[in-house]
């Protein structure tokens, strides 16, 4: 997906502070705001989309926050005596692991729930690492708990297009079971994962591990030749008085390969 700017009119409608692009703006560029503050006091925000850490990845923050300190602290709001983070859950949970009691970050006060929900997907969105499945269970989450009252008005407020959403939602439709398989592979196309929705269940598996390698076209290919019925599915050859025809799109790198060398050996035979 395209990033493009984000816009936060719909921000606007359900603050009446400034635009929530603005208030991330000030607070990122006041350095007398950073505070220390303890990591016991910090709470998840209950709409944060990055579900897992890979613990590998986690270490790696973990060396660098070690070696270089905390470039960028966290964002906080504040709600009476409760601390919920809005961006950088990942560097307060590298900061627990290297045993810091403290982290720097940087408060923000009255922000209204809907701002709660929003600004972490805003984050969340601009990582090239997020996972699709984690999105489409924020979305979903922010949806049902009407803190938007649809997904156009989702939509608008994160800066995504409407089709986009609307098939990163209907990732979720998918059996559980390939849910986990396709978050294991870190595979991420929506509009392929949004086509395989229209495939038997029974296939969908053994389908989703023949194309996950391949490119969209291929794999958007694959599964429309799944939806054929049998009768109606296309001939790999197809042969005609003075020509052989062999498609093989859709076929793995390996597959293809073996039948590049068998028309290799053919030709040889032919003499061309």
Do not use: C
């Amino acid at each position: 997906m395209t990033r493009k700017k984000i816009d936060y009119s719909l921000a606007k409608k359900i603050s009446q502070n400034a635009a929530l692009t603005e208030q991330l703006h000030v607070v990122e560029q006041n350095p007398e705001s950073v505070i220390e503050i303890p990591l016991s006091k910090l709470q998840t925000n209950p709409y944060q989309p990055r579900i897992g850490m890979e613990s590998e990845s986690l270490k790696e923050l973990s060396d660098s926050i070690e070696a270089n300190g905390l470039l960028q602290p966290i964002i906080v709001a504040k709600d009476g005596d409760v601390l919920t983070i809005i961006a950088g859950h990942r560097r307060a949970e590298a900061h627990r692991v290297l045993g810091k009691e403290f982290i720097k970050a940087i408060i923000m006060d009255k922000v209204v729930h809907a701002q709660l929900a929003l600004l972490p997907l805003v984050e969340n969105l601009q990582r090239s690492d997020m996972n699709p499945i984690e999105n489409a269970i924020a979305f979903k989450k922010i949806l049902d708990d009407k803190i938007v009252e649809s997904q156009n008005d989702l939509a608008e407020a994160i800066g995504v297009s409407k089709s986009w959403l609307s098939k990163t939602l209907s990732v979720l439709r998918l059996p559980p079971p390939l849910l986990e398989k396709i978050k294991t592979d870190k595979y991420s196309d929506i509009t392929v994962l949004s086509a395989l929705n229209k495939v038997d269940v029974d296939i969908l598996d053994k389908l989703y591990n023949e194309i996950k390698n391949l490119s969209r076209s291929d794999a958007l290919e694959a599964i429309k030749n799944a939806l054929l019925k049998p009768t109606q599915k296309k001939s790999r050859v197809e042969i005609s008085k003075n020509k052989i025809v062999i498609n093989t799109q859709g076929i793995d790198a390996d597959k293809k390969e073996k039948i590049d060398a068998m028309i290799s050996q053919i030709k040889y035979l032919l003499g061309n």
